[in-house]
C-alpha cells in the first residue's frame, strides 16, 4: 500500500481506530490523526520552522504522542522522542546537541522539567500537551484554526533517536532527510508487512514506552499500513495478557526481560487468557536465553519472531520460530544489509569465529555532532552497532556480547553473556549482570549482580550455589569469581541494562581505595 501515511488510510478507511489507550479504550481514528496531524505541521511552520529543522518530545505512553510524531512528519522536521526517565539536566543536553528549537511535554512532564529548562535552554520553545505551564504554552492554542491542507513544500521528516546512554553519553543517531514526498519510503513499514504480516487489519500491542526505537518504528509502521496500535501505559505482565485478549491482538512486540516476567506469573493467572488471536509475537533490543525462548515458544506457540537491528538502522536479521528450532540462540540471517565479521586486524573472519559484525549496503547515518564516533562506526563501507558474534555453515547469525562489554581476564577475553545465559536458568534467580571488576593481579575478574526471585534466599550459601551452577555448564575463566545480591538491576524500560553503572561502581571505589 502506497504511500505510507495516515492520510492514505483515512481517505479510505477514516473510521479505523488508528491509536487505542489500552487501560480505557479511548483513542484517535485515522481521519482524527491525519487531521491532528496536518493541523499541527500548519502550527510548526508558523513558527519558522522548515524541512530539516528540529524539536523533540516528551509524554508519557498515550495516543496523542505518536499523532505528535506525524506532525512533524508532515513538517519535515527531524523529531526526538525523549525518554521520561532523564533528568532536565540531560533533557537539556538533547535539547542543546540536538539543536532543538521547540519542545512538547505532557503537563506532568512540564512540571518535572520546565522550571530547570527555562534556565539551561532559555531558547527552546516548550508547549504543553493537554495542560499549561507557566514556562510553557498550550499545545491547542498552536492547532487551533489550522486547516488540514498539506504544505505546499511537503517532504517528509524523520525520527532523530539518541541513544540510551548505557555506555556514555547519550549520542543522537542521525539519518539523510529523503527529500521525497510525503508516504514515499517506510523501511520498517515495508519489513514489517512483508516479514511479520502486519497489516491494514492487524491490531498491533506496544507495551514499550514509545520514546524508545522499537516503539518509534513499529508504530510508525502501524499507523503507516493502517493497523490499530493498543498503547499500555507502560509494561506490565498481567495487563498484557489482558489487553491481547481485549483488543484481539494479532501482533505484538517484547524485550526478553517482558518474556521473563510474563513466564514468572502463577500458572493460574497465564491460563485464565485467551491468546489465540495473537500471529506475531515480535522480540528484539537484547538476545533472549534459550531457555525462555523455549519456554515462551511452549506457551505461545510458533508466533515467536526475533529480529536483530538498531536505532541506526544498520542491517537486519530475522529468525522466525521454524528457523529458530533449527539454529537456537541465531538471532536470524540478514534481510537488509550484507553481513561481514571482522577480527580485530580488520578482516573477515571464517565461519564459526567471532568478530565485529558489520554490514555493507545499508542506510548511510551519523552520529550526530560526534565525527570520531561516526568514523569509528565505520569498516570498508560497512557499518557495525558495536556486537561481537559470528556465522554457521546456513550463514545465520549469533550474537556473543557487545565489545564495550567484553572482560579481559588475564589476557584472555570472556563475553558476559555467556554466564548470564547460564545463571538466569537458575531457578533462584530472576535477574543478572555479569561485569568485570579490578583484580591486581588479572587486571579484572568476573563479577555476577544478581536479583533473586525471593530476596530471602540471597546469601553467602546461594552464591556458592551460582557459581558452582556455571562452572559446571562453562569454562572456570568465563564464570563469576564473586556474587553480589541486590534489589533490583538497574534497567530502562525497555529493558535495557544499564551495565555502565554497575561497572563505574566497582572501579570507583578501587580507585578510591588504591589511593587511601
Not at 137 to 165: C, F, K, N
Not at 462 to 488: M, Q, Y
Request: net charge negative; aromatic share 8%.
Amino acid at each position: 500500500m502506497l504511500p505510507y501515511f495516515p492520510r492514505a488510510v483515512a481517505t479510505t478507511r477514516g473510521d479505523r481506530a488508528a491509536l487505542i489507550q489500552a487501560a480505557t479504550g479511548a483513542g484517535i481514528t485515522y481521519s482524527g490523526l491525519d487531521e491532528f496531524a496536518s493541523r499541527l505541521a500548519k502550527g510548526f511552520r508558523s513558527l519558522g520552522l522548515r524541512p530539516g529543522d528540529h524539536l523533540s518530545m516528551c509524554l508519557e505512553n498515550r495516543p496523542d504522542y505518536p499523532a505528535l510524531w506525524w506532525g512533524a512528519y508532515y513538517a519535515g522536521l527531524y523529531y526526538t522522542p525523549i525518554s521520561t526517565r532523564l533528568t532536565p539536566r540531560e533533557v537539556g543536553h538533547i535539547l542543546k546537541d540536538s539543536g532543538s528549537t521547540v519542545l512538547i511535554a505532557s503537563p506532568s512532564q512540564a512540571d518535572r522539567l520546565l522550571p530547570e529548562l527555562h534556565t539551561l535552554v532559555p531558547n527552546v520553545r516548550a508547549f504543553v500537551a493537554g495542560g499549561r505551564h507557566e514556562h510553557g504554552e498550550p499545545l491547542e492554542r498552536l492547532i487551533s484554526g489550522r486547516g488540514i491542507e498539506l504544505p505546499t513544500d511537503g517532504v517528509e521528516g524523520a525520527p532523530m533517536l539518541y541513544s540510551s546512554g548505557t555506555t556514555g553519553q547519550p549520542k543522537g543517531i542521525k539519518r539523510p532527510l529523503s527529500g521525497a514526498p510525503l508516504g514515499s519510503t517506510a523501511a520498517v513499514a515495508a519489513l514489517a508487512q512483508g516479514v511479520f504480516g502486519l497489516g491494514p487489519d492487524s491490531i498491533y500491542l506496544t507495551a514499550a514506552p514509545l520514546y524508545h526505537a522499537a516503539g518509534v518504528g513499529f508504530v510508525n509502521a502501524a499507523t503507516a499500513l493502517g493497523a490499530t496500535t493498543v498503547i499500555l501505559d507502560r509494561f506490565d505482565a498481567e495487563q498484557v495478557l489482558a489487553a491481547i485478549e481485549r483488543y484481539g491482538v494479532t501482533h505484538a512486540q517484547f524485550v526478553p526481560t517482558m518474556f521473563i516476567r510474563m513466564l514468572a506469573l502463577p500458572a493460574d493467572v497465564r491460563a485464565a487468557y485467551d491468546l489465540s488471536s495473537l500471529r506475531c509475537a515480535i522480540h528484539a533490543a537484547a538476545p533472549c536465553p534459550i531457555s525462555v525462548k523455549n519456554q515462551m515458544l511452549d506457551w505461545w506457540g510458533p508466533v515467536v519472531h526475533e529480529y536483530y537491528s538498531g536505532t541506526e538502522g544498520v542491517g537486519f536479521c530475522h529468525c522466525g520460530p521454524a528457523d529458530w528450532k533449527d539454529h537456537e540462540g541465531s538471532v536470524g540471517r540478514p534481510l537488509m544489509g550484507e553481513l561481514h565479521i571482522v577480527d580485530d586486524a580488520g578482516h573477515e573472519a571464517p565461519q564459526g569465529v567471532d568478530g565485529r559484525i558489520y554490514f555493507g549496503n545499508s542506510p548511510s547515518f551519523e552520529y550526530h555532532n560526534d565525527p570520531d564516533k561516526t568514523r569509528d562506526a565505520h569498516l570498508n563501507g560497512w557499518a557495525t552497532l558495536g556486537d561481537i558474534g559470528h556465522v554457521d555453515a546456513d550463514g545465520f547469525l549469533y550474537l556473543t556480547d557487545r565489545a564495550s562489554d567484553m572482560i579481559i581476564t588475564g589476557g584472555v577475553n570472556v563475553y558476559p553473556l555467556e554466564a548470564e545465559n547460564v545463571l538466569i536458568s537458575h531457578p533462584a534467580v530472576e535477574d543478572v549482570a555479569v561485569i568485570g571488576v579490578p583484580n591486581e593481579e588479572f587486571g579484572e575478574e568476573v563479577k555476577a549482580i544478581v536479583q533473586v526471585a525471593f530476596p530471602a534466599e540471597a546469601g553467602p550459601a546461594l552464591a556458592v550455589e551460582l557459581i558452582a551452577w556455571c562452572r559446571g555448564r562453562l569454562a572456570d575463566v568465563k564464570c563469576p569469581r564473586t556474587v553480589e545480591f541486590r534489589v533490583a538491576l538497574p534497567r530502562e524500560e525497555t529493558g535495557k541494562l544499564y551495565k555502565r553503572l554497575l561497572r563505574d561502581e566497582d572501579w570507583a571505589a578501587a580507585t578510591s581505595r588504591g589511593a587511601s
